[in-house]
């Protein structure tokens, strides 16, 4: 009886259920084909000596051999459980992000018990002519690379160069323009290089798939990026005027909106289908923080994580941008004029409580925010205790900007053309734009909502502060006071609802956990 016990089939996310028979077929002359049992998508395929196979090649038990999704996004990972030659491959769909129709043959292994494989100077009939290695030379270019492979899909030639000038661009904003150069800087760079045709960076074996996979895609990077953001926060001025904590919790509605808004999209434009679970990732993304809507999406969906990553930590960076126009669309010049007094002093003994009575109170009520609000509290422990200088030096030092390096290159790497240039992809792009603007319309409104029934008027500009882009927010409420009045300064105001988004998107991220997985 035929068995496939030697094939290993590995499937995962929301317990899919796939059978190595499915997959493989074997004919009495010992060959093993590969085929699709249903209708997929060709995700990844594997990389051997920075190229991909070919036939001749040998195949090891074990070895990967495909990445495949369904129609419902669940990713199948299939290997080889035989050890062989590679004698046949499908010329136009054994290729990344491809469409395979159902009994699809894509590859062909012929089992041999032993390979015998010997390296070094090998006569030939072929041998080795000028024109072959000149021919070799060619094709080992970039340029040939890209107009070949435009031939079979446009993502691979001419949609490699346009990311290439997308990641071009956000560098230069980042140079020229000042935009959030610790952030845009690695983003683009790791734009370019996972586009580099030839080069495999990004693929298995490369070290942006290695990044990507070890700090983003497991929530570590996220959660030393928090630790790093509480050892730098000062949460006195929310400790001072806590009536802007309320501030902070409604610039929160971007994202509760937006995942309405994702569902619809979901019903109404062909070719886009989110789930609960990937409008809720989608939806944080109103909450302008990137660590949150890393850490949120690699739980509930994985495989929309590049995306949210990339279009978080866009807004963030274009956060000076986007929120002036929509300040001045909702106050008036007298509204953006208000000064407010100065805030009462807070003692050490007050900062140091904070954190402790904010984990207490998070593990109480909400554990599955505790991640994420309790490396940011840990964070901000070691800042106000005053006895870990050392520690605290080096989170908010060294730490985070090693962590925020590899970071940035690790979410540039999901700008490669195949995986950024579709629908879907687009979609995110236009709803994160719309959580974050309506996070800071709902952060400013609220703020002249409260001036009804206070006697000491809030400026209404530091209601866009929070959302959870620290400082960036804060820095825009208080450059858009100073047009209005120059003598108006709404830096330190503005950073009690900031710091107050921090904490409201982490809570957020909690519910949302809690409600979906």
Known sequence: MRTFILVLLSVVFFGTTARAEDFFTENEAGIVTLQAPMELELVTVPVKDSRTLRVGDEVHVGDFLGLFADKEHKKITVSSGVTGRLVYI?????????????????????????????????STAEGLSIGKVFGNLVESTGIYALINDNRLSWTEGFGRLFM???????????????FEPLLLIPIGMGAVLSNIPLAYINDEGGILRYVYDVG???GVFPLIIFMGVGAMTDFGPMIANPKTALLGAAAQFGIFST?????????????IEFSMKDAASIGIIG????????????????????????????????VPIIQ?????LFTSEAERSIKMSQLRYVSKREKILFPVIVIILCALLLPSAAPLIGFLMFGNLMKECGVVDRLSDTTQNALINIVTIFLGLGVGSKLSAEKFLNLETLGIIVLGLIAFSFGTSSGVIMAKF???FLKQKINPLIGSAGVSAVPMAARVSNKVGLESDP???????AMGPNVAGVIGSAVAAGILLSVFL
């Open 90 to 122: 499908h010329p136009e769909l054994y290729s990344k992000y491809t469409r395979v129709p159902q009994g699809t043959e894509l590859l062909r292994i012929e089992k041999q018990p032993l390979l015998v494989s010997a390296k070094g100077s090998q």
């Open 164 to 178: 290439i000038s997308i990641g071009a661009l956000l560098i230069y904003l980042g140079i020229a323009k000042g």
């Open 216 to 218: 983003i895609e497991t």
């Open 259 to 271: 995942l309405i808004g994702a569902l619809l999209l979901s019903q109404y434009v062909p070719g």
């Open 287 to 318: 909450g302008a923080d990137g660590p949150t809507s890393i850490f949120l999406a690699s739980r509930l969906s994985p495989q929309l994580l590049g995306s949210i990553a990339v279009a978080a930590y866009s807004y963030m960076a274009l």
């Open 324 to 328: 002036p126009p929509i300040m001045k």
């Open 450 to 452: 409260m001036n009804i």
């Open 487 to 493: 003598h108006n300064f709404l830096l330190m105001h």
